[in-house]
């Protein structure tokens, strides 16, 4: 889950393009009506604080851009 006006989902995104992993991305900015009230309801089951980028990785959630964490969820090497 992104907002397009927030660094570090964008940090967030690129590391993953950069990787090379496949993912999808929410904007929240973007979203009208009820397609924005369901993934309302998504987001504040895994992250009641609504914050962003919200990441899930299989059951793994992580808030913020977190890259250690996630460099450890993908297998990916520690950063040098």
Same mark, same amino acid.
């Given at each position: 889950?992104?907002?397009?006006?927030?660094?570090?989902? $964008?940090?967030? #995104?690129?590391?993953?393009?950069?990787?090379?992993?496949?993912?999808? /991305? +929410?904007?929240?900015?973007?979203?009208? &009506?009820?397609?924005?009230?369901?993934?309302? $309801?998504?987001? #504040?089951?895994?992250?009641?604080?609504?914050?962003?980028?919200?990441? /899930? +990785?299989?059951?793994?959630?992580?808030? &913020?851009?977190?890259?250690?964490?996630?460099?450890?969820?993908?297998?990916?090497?520690?950063?040098?």
């Amino acid at each position: 889950y992104s907002l397009q006006t927030c660094a570090h989902c $964008r940090e967030a #995104k690129n590391f993953l393009q950069r990787h090379q992993i496949a993912f999808r /991305t +929410v904007y929240m900015d973007l979203l009208i &009506g009820a397609e924005r009230n369901e993934e309302m $309801r998504r987001l #504040k089951s895994i992250n009641p604080a609504c914050s962003f980028p919200t990441i /899930t +990785v299989n059951q793994e959630v992580i808030v &913020g851009f977190k890259e250690e964490k996630l460099r450890c969820i993908l297998s990916l090497p520690a950063k040098e």
